[in-house]
T-cell receptor, first 112, second 110 residues
C-alpha cells in the first residue's frame, strides 16, 4: 500500500500549457502539502492545507493553485507553465500540527 | 519566519568512519527537528527526529543531538557504509510546516 501517491511521475510539456498533478494519501492525515525541489535539491514548501486553512508560501506565483476535493486529496494545478517551473514536485501529508511529514514519490516536471 | 542553515553542503568519508552534519536555526519557537535521507531519484524519508524536550536520541548507527540554547542540532552517523551515501536534510518546525535545510550530499568511499 502506498501511503502518499501522486501522478503522474513524469511530465514533459510545453511552455504556456496548463497541467495538474494529483495527490492522494491513505494515512488518515489531516494536513497535506506541496513541496518543490529544484535542480540544486533545495526543498521548499509551496502550500500546506487542511480542511480549515490554506497556507501559501508568499514566493509561489499565483499560476500555482492547490485544490482539495476532500481531506485525502490535494491536487496541484499550474497555469501558463514556464521553463523555471521545471522541478520535482513532492506531495506530503502529516497529522494535524507539528509532526513528521510523509512524502509521495515525486512528480518530475520538465517544461520545454 | 523559520530559517535553518545546514553545513557542510558536501561531505566525503571513508567507509567505517563517522559523519557529522550540523544545522543551526534562529527561531526559538522551533520545537521539532527531523532528519531526512534522500537517495538518488527517490523521495525524502525520515531517518530520525528529536523534539525540544530531549537533548539526544540514538537509533543504531544514527544519532541526533540538540542544543536548544545555542540553537543547533546535529546528525551523527557512525561506522558509515556505502549505502549511507545520499543527500541528508535537516528540518525544523514550530507552528509552521517543516522548513528544510539546503541538504548535505554524503559520499561514503569504499
Amino acid at each position: 500500500d502506498t501511503a502518499v501517491s501522486q501522478t503522474p511521475k513524469y511530465l514533459v510539456t510545453q511552455m504556456g500549457n496548463d497541467k495538474s498533478i494529483k495527490c492522494e494519501q491513505n494515512l488518515g492525515h489531516d494536513t497535506m502539502y506541496w513541496y518543490k525541489q529544484d535542480s540544486k535539491k533545495f526543498l521548499k514548501i509551496m502550500f500546506s492545507y487542511n480542511n480549515k486553512e490554506l497556507i501559501i508560501n508568499e514566493t509561489v506565483p499565483n499560476r500555482f493553485s492547490p485544490k482539495s476535493p476532500d481531506k485525502a486529496h490535494l491536487n496541484l494545478h499550474i497555469n501558463s507553465l514556464e521553463l523555471g517551473d521545471s522541478a520535482v514536485y513532492f506531495c506530503a501529508s502529516s497529522t494535524r500540527g507539528v509532526d513528521t511529514i510523509y512524502f509521495g514519490e515525486g512528480s518530475w516536471l520538465t517544461v520545454v | 519566519g523559520e530559517n535553518v542553515e545546514q553545513h557542510p553542503s558536501t561531505l566525503s568519508v571513508q567507509e567505517g568512519d563517522s559523519a557529522v552534519i550540523k544545522c543551526t536555526y534562529s527561531d526559538s519557537a522551533s520545537n521539532y527537528f527531523p532528519w531526512y535521507k534522500q537517495e538518488l531519484g527517490k523521495r525524502p524519508q525520515l531517518i530520525i527526529d528529536i523534539r525540544s524536550n530531549v537533548g539526544e536520541k540514538k537509533d543504531q548507527r544514527i544519532a541526533v543531538t540538540l542544543n536548544k540554547t545555542a540553537k543547533h542540532f546535529s546528525l551523527h552517523i557512525t561506522e558509515t557504509q556505502p549505502e549511507d551515501s545520499a543527500v541528508y536534510f535537516c528540518a525544523i518546525s514550530g507552528n509552521t510546516p517543516l522548513v528544510f535545510g539546503k541538504g548535505t550530499r554524503l559520499s561514503v568511499i569504499a
